[in-house]
């Protein structure tokens, strides 16, 4: 059974960073799929935010330039570095990997 778990979540100052990782348990070897970021705020719809692919990487317009999507199979891991945060980043961002996704980890940007 293939389980998703986020962490790294938290309060930050506009303009800082974080850094948002992503278990993936049960699925073997992660590198062969691709696995996505999501994220979704109070009241809106959720927004599709990142993408790792076998050979790619792709991003939001949104978060171009900000947020950078990485993956170490070893650990099973796929994270999301967010560097100049802003406050209309504040969400519950969620991993995906093929039709599994996880809890969430809440991200609030504020002073």
């Known amino acids: 059974q293939v389980q998703l778990v986020e962490s790294g979540g938290g309060l930050v100052q506009p303009g800082g960073s974080l850094r948002l990782s992503c278990v993936v348990s049960g699925a073997g070897d992660i590198n062969w799929y691709s696995t996505h970021w999501y994220r979704q705020a109070p009241g809106k719809q959720r927004e599709w935010v990142a993408t790792?692919?076998?050979?790619?990487?792709l991003y939001a317009d949104a978060v171009k330039g900000r947020f950078t999507i990485s993956r170490d199979n070893a650990k099973h891991t796929v994270y999301l570095q967010m560097n100049s945060l802003k406050p209309e980043d504040t969400a519950v961002y969620y991993c995906?990997?093929?039709?599994?996704r996880g809890q969430g980890t809440q991200v609030t940007v504020s002073s």
């Open positions: 790792i692919t076998v050979g790619s990487t």
């Open positions: 995906q990997f093929r039709s599994n």
